[in-house]
């Protein structure tokens, strides 16, 4: 079995039920009957669900392993996203919390199975899972602007894609290789597995990246067809080359981190991400915004995945406890910073939405010293993040303990 079959599907699954819900927002909002300020409000469900989950989904994880866990909660998310075409604005932001919830656990059992492979194998494959995650965000969109083209509504939409996403799941769950469950930590552990230094800076360092990722799947839609004035199947169109862009260069990532490093790519992704921004506000046809788009896309694609690697090389205690801090502190750039947008967007414009970005692009391109275990020097000596060698530690052998812990 090819090893990286079950985390290709669970991505490519989470990714597919995902931009079919927010490639129909417009339809959707017109359905509430709100503004970009009320929708942008009701979108900080996610987070909300996201720091409701974070006590447990570490212990979820650990006590179902991996590969229950994350079909399981995949499949309850999809079952979930057919109901938001049809409620009032409070169910809406109901179900929107329990999305965010069991996404939650769904990522951090995702990463596990994918940062496991790497440690039992040696073989790189977390750029390359979170690349079907682009390829399935390319599938998804494509078909977006096909339905919504042909006026099928979003419900059905959504029915369609969460059954498919279920098929899948089963498919994970039968050929993924059977985990043992972990032995329960010792003493009393803290409700909230909070962020050390090592997470702060490392979320800090790819924070501008992650906001722009999810600026572009909230709001991407809307600007194509408000600003540019495309039509539901143009823009959907349009919305796949960002998807082309970053799962092109997430299929090659792997190999540019063995290549140039972490920090290269780090700040090659703030200074991409940054391109297509000022392109796009630029753009004055639809060509130009594509282009825009496919650059964006290019250079947010690796910003997660850097993230990932960083704190399973560099953080301490159990992996899935690292990665629900990382959580914890990423949930403000890729769902909790994008919603809150909506109120820029609504009362100065949706183009200013997108300016606001460039800053925090430049923040990012700052902290890339932290991905090689130093801080920037506007905060001080050059302190090592540390002590480990992260940049050796992936490539390293493990031993059997290290292994099961994957």
Not at 291 to 296: D, V
Not at 326 to 332: E, G, K, R, Y
Request: net charge positive; with cysteine; proline share 6%.
């Amino acid at each position: 079995m090819n090893i990286l079959a079950p985390p290709a599907l669970l991505f490519f699954s989470n990714a597919l039920i995902f931009v079919s819900l927010f490639t129909r927002l417009p339809s959707i909002q017109e359905g509430l009957g709100v503004d970009k300020a009320w929708l942008g409000l009701a979108l900080l469900g996610v987070p909300l669900g996201t720091f409701m989950a974070l006590p447990i989904a570490g212990r979820v994880v650990n006590y179902l392993t991996p590969r229950v866990a994350a079909p399981l909660m995949l499949t309850i998310a999809a079952a979930i996203t057919p109901l938001l075409t049809i409620l009032s604005i409070w169910g809406f932001f109901a179900c929107f919390v329990l999305f965010g919830f069991f996404r939650t656990i769904l990522d951090v059992a995702a990463n596990m199975i994918s940062t496991g492979i790497e440690q039992r194998t040696g073989k790189k494959v977390l750029s390359r899972s979170h690349g079907f995650w682009s390829i399935g965000l390319l599938v998804g969109s494509l078909a977006s602007g096909f339905v919504a083209g042909h006026g099928i509504s979003p419900f059905v939409h959504q029915s369609v894609a969460a059954a498919i996403v279920a098929v899948c799941c089963i498919i994970v769950w039968r050929i993924a290789p059977r985990e043992t469950r972990l032995p329960k930590a010792s003493g009393k552990r803290p409700v909230f597995i909070l962020p050390d230094r090592i997470i702060v800076l490392i979320c800090i360092m790819v924070f501008g990246i992650g906001i722009s990722e999810g600026a572009v799947y909230d709001w991407g839609i809307f600007y194509l067809r408000e600003v540019l004035s495309a039509d539901a199947s143009t823009a959907g169109i349009l919305y796949a080359l960002f998807t082309v862009g970053m799962g092109g260069m997430r299929l090659v990532g792997d190999k540019l981190r063995e290549k140039f490093g972490t920090m290269t790519l780090v700040r090659a992704s703030a200074a991409g991400v940054a391109l297509g921004v000022i392109l796009l506000l630029a753009a004055n046809n639809l060509y130009l915004a594509g282009l825009a788009l496919f650059l964006m896309g290019c250079g947010v694609a690796l910003g997660f995945p850097l993230a990932v690697a960083t704190t399973i090389e560099r953080g301490r205690g159990q992996p899935a406890d690292n990665l629900a801090a990382l959580a914890l502190t990423l949930l403000l750039s890729n769902i909790g910073v994008p919603p809150m947008l909506g109120f820029v967007a609504e009362h100065a414009s949706l183009s200013m939405s997108f300016a606001l970005l460039l800053p925090f692009l430049v923040l990012s391109f700052i902290m890339a010293p932290v991905a090689q275990g130093r801080t920037p020097r506007f905060l001080g000596r050059m302190a090592p993040v540390a002590a480990n060698d992260g940049e050796k530690v992936a490539s390293a052998p493990v031993s059997p303990q290290e292994a099961a812990r994957g």
